[in-house]
């Protein structure tokens, strides 16, 4: 997620960063340059520098407090990685790690169910997007190198659509 503005604010777990590390660098050598997509007009595409898995996006309020104090009882955020993942889009299509997670779906529920928020996506998919890739591009990765790969998330994170970021330690 990188600094910048939004058209609307999100609540997201960060990867930890040794795993982060590692699933950066199996992007880089699994998926060449030349394959990434990009627009002259938004630098947004690419590679996905800062690993996460979102809870939720489109929350309208850009103020932190009431979506946080929704999570303030909440205990740590279990997680699973499953296999590789390709969404097609229509100018491109995104390389994620699909999410097992019972928190992360319980989590969602509860945000939508309690703040403003607009989202095209009907259903809930956690993932972690590693990359935005030209079209067909995804269609050759078959590495499942993280499939049950399992970590425990202690903090949740509010990104404001203003670009601002306030965290939100977790009950162990």
Request: hydrophobic fraction near 35%; glycine fraction near 4%; charge should be positive.
């Amino acid at each position: 997620m990188r600094s910048a503005q939004y058209d609307f604010s999100s609540v997201h777990i960060d990867v930890p960063m040794d795993l982060s590390g590692e699933i950066i660098e199996w992007g880089k050598t699994q998926i060449p340059d030349n394959s990434l997509f990009k627009d002259l007009k938004n630098s947004f595409w690419g590679r996905e520098d800062e690993l996460h898995v979102t809870i939720l996006y489109g929350i309208h309020s850009k103020d932190h407090q009431p979506t946080l104090q929704l999570l303030e009882n909440e205990k740590s955020i279990h997680v699973r990685l499953q296999n590789l993942h390709i969404f097609k889009e229509k100018w491109f299509d995104v390389v994620t790690i699909s999410v097992d997670s019972y928190d992360l779906e319980r989590l969602n529920a509860k945000l939508k169910g309690n703040v403003r928020y607009s989202n095209r996506h009907k259903i809930y998919i956690p993932h972690i997007t590693i990359a935005y890739v030209n079209k067909g591009e995804a269609d050759r990765l078959q590495d499942v190198t993280f499939s049950k790969t399992k970590f425990i998330v202690d903090v949740a994170v509010f990104s404001s659509k203003d670009g601002s970021r306030t965290s939100l330690k977790l009950k162990k």
